[in-house]
C-alpha cells in the first residue's frame, strides 16, 4: 500500500512539473495580437514582497506535533526578467522565496523556493518547495483589494496538512 501511494504521489508532482514547466515555456511565447482583448492584460502582478499568516486547519499522520496553529509569513516572487508586452502570457510564472516556518505545523520543507503565477484577474497560485518528488506546499489564492487569501495542502508520504493564509503585498 505504501509502495502505491509513493508512485501516486510521484505521478502527481511529475503532472505537477509538467504543467509548471508548460507555464515556462508558455511565459516566452510571444502572445496572439489577433485576439480581442488579451488575457494577459487581465492577469494580476504577483511580483514583490508578501507578508501576512498561514494558519493550520487539519494534519494527518506527520512525524512531527504541531506546536502551532498560526505562524508568519513572507513570500518573494521576483519580477520576469525578459518579459515585455510581446513576450508575457497570461500564465507568466515567477520564482521566487518564502519564509514560513512550517515546522511549527509539524513537518519541514527542503527549500525555500517558490514558484507562482497569477491563474485569472481574481486568483492565483504557487507551489512552494516545488523541485523535489515528496513534500511540497500548493497554494490557492484569490485577490482581495492588496490581499491575496487562500488555502494551503501539503501533502507527502505517509501524511499531509492543509491550511488557510492572508497576505499583502508590503514591497516591490
Do not use: C
Not at 5 to 34: C, E, F, I, K, Y
Not at 91 to 113: A, K, Q
Not at 150 to 162: E, F, H, I, K, L
Amino acid at each position: 500500500m505504501t509502495q502505491t501511494r509513493r508512485w501516486l504521489t510521484r505521478l502527481t508532482v511529475l503532472a505537477m512539473m509538467a504543467g509548471t514547466t508548460g507555464l515556462s515555456v508558455n511565459a516566452q511565447t510571444p502572445s496572439d495580437s489577433g485576439r480581442s482583448g488579451t488575457a494577459a492584460t487581465a492577469m494580476r502582478d504577483i511580483s514583490g514582497t508578501w507578508e501576512g499568516v498561514f494558519k493550520l486547519d487539519s494534519v494527518w499522520r506527520l512525524p512531527e506535533h504541531a506546536t502551532a496553529q498560526s505562524v508568519p509569513a513572507r513570500v518573494r516572487f521576483n519580477q520576469v526578467g525578459d518579459a515585455s508586452p510581446t513576450t508575457s502570457s497570461a500564465r507568466t510564472v515567477h520564482p521566487g522565496t518564502f519564509d514560513i516556518d512550517f515546522s511549527r505545523f509539524g513537518f519541514t520543507l527542503s527549500t525555500r523556493e517558490a514558484l507562482g503565477w497569477s491563474v485569472s484577474a481574481d486568483s492565483m497560485r504557487a507551489t512552494l518547495n516545488p523541485t523535489v518528488d515528496h513534500g511540497l506546499v500548493e497554494v490557492h489564492g484569490s485577490f482581495r483589494g492588496d490581499a491575496i487569501i487562500g488555502t494551503w495542502r501539503y501533502t507527502s508520504d505517509p501524511g499531509g496538512a492543509t491550511g488557510t493564509f492572508e497576505i499583502k503585498r508590503t514591497g516591490n
